[in-house]
C-alpha cells in the first residue's frame, strides 16, 4: 500500500493544489536561503508525516505543513474558505462522503487530470 500512497502524495505536492483564491500554489520563496511552504490540510490521522519527512529530505528546498482537525470541523473549513476564497490550505483532503456538496463548485479546485496542470508541477520544482 505504502508503495501506491508515496507517488500519489508526490503528485499532490509536487502540483500544489489550492483549493480556492486565498492561494494559488505554494507560498514563492522570497530569498536564496528561503524554503516554499506547502500547507497540507488533512482530518483525522492520515499517518503520511513519515512520507512528509521523505519528501523533504529529497527536496530540502520544500517545507511540508500538515493542518489536522476533526472530519466535520475540516470539511466546514473548507466550505467557509471556498466561500470567502481565502484560507484554503495548498491541498485539501476531502473525505468521499462530502465530495457531492463541493462538485458543485469545480471552479473553486485545480483539475489534476489537465495538462495545464502538469505545468504547474514543473514550475514548483524549479
Known amino acids: 500500500m505504502r508503495g501506491l ?3 500519489a502524495v508526490t503528485a499532490l505536492l509536487l502540483t500544489s493544489l489550492a483549493a480556492c ?4 500554489g505554494p507560498t ?6 528561503e524554503k516554499t511552504k506547502i500547507v497540507i490540510a488533512t482530518f483525522n490521522d492520515f499517518g503520511y508525516q513519515s512520507l512528509y519527512q521523505e519528501y523533504e529530505r ?5 517545507d511540508v505543513v500538515e493542518r489536522v482537525a476533526a472530519a466535520e470541523e475540516h470539511h466546514r473549513r473548507i466550505a467557509t474558505s471556498l466561500a470567502t476564497g481565502k484560507g484554503a490550505a495548498d491541498i485539501e483532503a476531502i473525505e468521499e462522503g462530502w465530495i457531492g456538496q463541493f462538485k458543485a463548485q469545480p471552479d473553486k479546485f485545480a483539475n489534476l487530470l489537465e495538462p495545464r496542470m502538469w505545468s504547474v508541477a514543473l514550475v514548483a520544482r524549479s
Open 58 to 62: 529529497l527536496h530540502p528546498d520544500i
Open 5 to 7: 500512497i508515496a507517488p
Open 21 to 24: 483564491g486565498g492561494q494559488s
Open 28 to 33: 514563492a520563496s522570497k530569498g536564496p536561503a
